[in-house]
């Protein structure tokens, strides 16, 4: 497992990091869960992501519909919500959140607790926390090895 942690006092903080993780996974894709509280900052950073790649259409939160797919980017960017599935309705959407592991995609999974296990072995986990002074602190996580190089990417100046 590698780590890496940024703490992003200012939304520009935020943009730069979103920024350079998207440089990072526009080529190969990755399957993200994302962990935080509501208000966190989580939607936020997949906004910031999506804009990076040039992804056209309006991002939103997908609590309500689950999934929102956008595909006007040089690769498909996925985004899912499990907060209102929460533990019994994920295994509705198991084998659909397989498939959207698999290829050159990039998959965005909030509320990630709410899986029971059953999300990917290779994803990179990204922890979204406030700090005293009200910024966020961002924590990711490679777990598997598909993922390591992104951690260490956001490493390096």
């Not at 006092?9 to 990755?30: H, M, N, P, Q, R």
């Not at 950073?45 to 956008?70: D, M, Q």
């Not at 198991?94 to 029971?116: D, M, N, P």
Request: charged share 30%; with cysteine; net charge negative.
């Amino acid at each position: 497992m590698t780590d890496f942690i940024q703490k992003c006092g200012t939304i520009e903080d935020t943009k730069k990091l979103a920024y350079k993780f998207a440089k990072l996974v526009e080529s190969e894709g990755c399957f993200v869960n994302l962990f935080g509280e509501i208000g966190a900052g989580k939607t936020a950073f997949v906004k910031l992501v999506a804009e990076a790649l040039g992804i056209k259409e309006k991002v939103t939160s997908p609590s309500f519909v689950i999934l929102n797919e956008y595909h006007s980017a040089s690769i498909p960017v996925y985004h899912f919500d499990l907060y209102r599935l929460e533990h019994t309705g994920i295994s509705t959407i198991t084998e659909e959140l397989r498939e959207y592991s698999e290829g050159r995609k990039i998959t965005f999974v909030e509320w990630a607790e709410f899986s029971q296990g059953e999300l990917p072995f290779e994803r990179i986990e990204i922890n979204v926390t406030y700090d005293d002074d009200d910024s966020r602190i961002y924590e990711f996580k490679s777990i598997g090895d598909k993922n390591k190089k992104v951690i260490e990417g956001l490493k390096q100046d």
